[in-house]
């Protein structure tokens, strides 16, 4: 029996069969992002019924393409049967493509039985004719279409798998290639099976009823386009949902870290600290047990991010962190403040001894090997300790009392421990009053300046001068630079100070010079915070032009310790001021650890000797006058000139001069008096030289 082909039916069931193909493509994309093997479950479901539908409607449309000169009909039964067939197919591909390993076992097994649920649903859908008589496959053709069925099925499992990724490059494109491949391969099945059927002449369509074919394919096609591009949408949304509740997810998991650890060195902050010793007073309440808070600042910090930079600073920090971690238990809590300031929870203590312990070998830690790649840097924590119940019973009070004991082991020294003890809180709160009597200093113009005059060595002739800063607070009284100097120098503050030392010393001499004084020399100290400032000469050199003084009339003293402290830098320091005009003299000479090459790379203008050695003059006998006498001779070796302060008493003047010190200062020669005095003092000595030159 002749048959016929309507070639418009014949093209849209291609188009069908490559919609159907990118469906399948898109829908194991966007099971593979699921991570819930229940939704993975419910989209392999969904997305058979869709591909069902879509395969079964290109093979339906296929067939109401084909007429025979008889009319046809479709068995209801039956083609309900070959749709389940093609949705149990379509369930099989995507079971397939979408688990965790697709190997060349299961690929081939995949293909094999998709292929043949493809062909048993195409030759279920030609049995539905339910001609008469019944019709007859050509073996080979009917082998072919297996073959087709079989091929598609396979290379569709291994494109669909191949292009699963959806982040991968121009992913659109390529499942729309491979989509045109696989429909080619669907339709090629089907018309090859078609091919393969031979109908008799005069043979009748059992199933043929009065049904308008064309109305029929519309309705097919229409609803199956709706199915498979409903689906596609509800994909494509899926996608973008998931996708932006994955980036909703990874920001809120975000910005929990950001609220509950530090960002440099991952550790808990405060916040999250605050709740851990909130939980371990509780338990150590209920437990009746003891927990040690550890404070710790390192010593030192300041000095490496002003001088070295940010970027040493915080690899310190890191290195720090890290070590710090290694010291503790694993129930213990490794927290950072901010800043230089890190605190160790340590639970489950016996006795304050544990905590001491524990601090030993921080402290032991922390000694060993270097501190990054680029500086070999040995940083030392101070720690102060608080035990909980003896020391507080609130988060607030344990780490203010740690924190008191803490800046106790930096009065003591550095580098070690303290226990919190009742006294510590007298000694923090007069610490605190007197950072903000400095504040307040600075505001209000409070601080004033005495000047001890600096003499010859023959007593007589008038050398120089030091500036002395002085504090007189209105609620606290007169407080002493042993008091208020070290709170400046931890603050930050004694930065500010310095400069206003040498703008009011400035201010001094230029009013001296007005007044027709000699001119004179006056030393002024830098502190080691001073020292690192990277804009430190610089500023000097604006002070001093901007209030009319020379850059001769100025000397700053460097204590040995701190220049010692980073002696390289030290010497770049003294030869940007030497350069400018400035003196340079080096204090205290005789307490640090000098390094005689230093020393001599230093080139300073004067050497000071520490009151310690001139008191030795008195109490330390030939002992005492062998030091001086040495430490005199190597300075003036080095074509430095000598000071000796804290000179007191008779006997030590007159050593001194007999050793060729070229400098004396001390209450014995003059006591540190105001600038009108000085000034008076320095009219006195100019009326002295003239009336000796008028004899």
């Not at 209801?76 to 379509?90: D, E, K, Q, V």
């Not at 008589?133 to 050509?138: F, L, M, N």
């Not at 499942?175 to 091919?195: C, D, F, K, Q």
């Not at 890290?322 to 809590?333: A, E």
Request: hydrophobic share 50%; net charge neutral; aromatic share 8%.
């Amino acid at each position: 029996m002749q048959s016929a082909y309507n070639y418009w039916l014949v093209a849209i069931s291609f188009a069908v069969a490559t919609l159907a193909s990118y469906t399948a493509l898109d829908l194991t994309g966007r099971i593979f992002l699921l991570a819930s093997a229940r939704r993975r479950h419910l989209w392999r479901l969904g997305g058979a019924l869709a591909l069902g539908v879509g395969i079964w409607s290109m093979h339906f449309v296929g067939m109401l393409a084909f007429s025979l000169p008889i009319p046809l009909g479709y068995d209801l039964p039956l083609t309900a049967c070959s749709l389940a067939l093609a949705i149990g197919a379509s369930y099989l591909a995507l079971c397939m493509t979408t688990r965790e390993r697709l190997t060349p076992g299961r690929l081939l097994a995949g293909g094999v039985l998709m292929g043949l649920g493809i062909a048993g649903m195409h030759y279920t859908g030609m049995a539905a004719l339910r001609m008469a008589p019944a019709i007859h496959y050509q073996p080979a053709w009917f082998a072919a279409s297996l073959a087709i069925a079989i091929g598609a099925s396979g290379a569709a499992l291994w494109m669909a798998r191949a292009l699963s990724n959806e982040h991968e490059r121009n992913i659109a494109r390529k499942r729309l290639a491979a989509a045109l491949v696989m429909g080619v391969a669907i339709s090629g099945m089907h018309y090859t099976g078609m091919a393969a059927a031979r109908f008799a002449p005069g043979a009748i369509c059992g199933a043929a009823k009065d049904i308008n074919t064309t109305w029929l394919a519309i309705s097919v096609i229409l609803l199956t386009f709706a199915v498979l591009i409903v689906t596609l949408m509800l994909s494509r949304f899926d996608v973008h949902t998931t996708f932006l509740l994955g980036k909703m997810s990874k920001l809120n998991g975000q910005i929990v870290r950001l609220a509950t650890l530090d960002a440099l060195t991952g550790l808990p902050n405060r916040a999250t600290l605050t709740e851990r010793i909130n939980r371990a007073i509780s338990v150590a309440r209920r437990q009746r047990t003891s927990f040690a808070v550890l404070f710790m600042d390192l010593d030192g910090f300041k000095t490496i991010n002003d001088s070295l930079g940010h970027s040493t600073g915080d690899a310190v920090l890191s290195a720090f962190a890290q070590r710090l971690l290694q010291c503790v238990g694993s129930s213990d809590t490794v927290a950072r403040l901010g800043g230089d300031e890190f605190v160790v929870l340590a639970e489950h203590l016996t006795s304050g001894d544990d905590a001491a312990e524990l601090a030993d070998s921080v402290l032991d830690r922390m000694r060993q090997g270097m501190w990054s790649d680029e500086q070999p840097l040995q940083v030392m924590p101070s720690i102060g300790i608080a035990l909980y119940p003896r020391d507080g019973d609130s988060v607030d009070t344990l780490l203010k009392h740690a924190d008191a004991a803490m800046y106790e082991a930096k009065r003591a020294g550095r580098g070690t421990y303290r226990f919190f003890e009742r006294s510590m809180n007298e000694a923090a709160m007069r610490t605190l009053q007197i950072q903000q009597a400095l504040h307040e200093a600075l505001v209000n113009d409070r601080f004033s300046l005495q000047f001890q005059p600096k003499f010859h060595r023959d007593g007589d002739v008038l050398a120089g001068a030091e500036a002395l800063i002085r504090l007189h607070d209105p609620q606290m009284g007169a407080l002493t630079p042993l008091e208020f100097i070290p709170v400046a120098e931890r603050s930050g503050q004694i930065v500010q100070i310095g400069y206003w030392v040498v703008r009011e010393t400035c201010r001094r001499i230029h009013g001296w010079m007005e007044q027709g004084l000699p001119p004179i020399k006056v030393a002024i100290n830098l502190s080691p915070r001073q020292l690192v400032q990277p804009d430190l000469v610089e500023t000097m050199l604006d002070i001093v032009a901007s209030e009319g003084v020379a850059c001769e009339q100025i000397m700053f003293e460097i204590t040995e310790s701190v220049a010692m402290h980073d002696a390289a830098r030290t010497v770049d320091v003294i030869r940007a001021f030497q350069t400018s005009g400035f003196d340079i003299s080096i204090d205290d000479f005789g307490t640090g650890y000098s390094s005689l090459a230093y020393l001599q790379r230093f080139q300073a203008k004067q050497l000071k000797i520490d009151r310690f050695f001139t008191n030795g003059l008195d109490t330390h006998g030939a002992a005492g006058s062998a030091i001086v006498s040495a430490i005199i001779a190597l300075a003036h070796s080095l074509e430095m000139d000598v000071v000796a302060e804290g000179v007191e008493t008779q006997s030590q003047f007159d050593k001194l001069r007999s050793m060729m010190c070229d400098e004396m200062q001390g209450f014995l020669l003059g006591k540190p008096v105001n600038a009108d005095n000085f000034g008076a003092m320095l009219r006195g000595r100019m009326v002295t030289a003239r009336e000796q030159s008028a004899l």
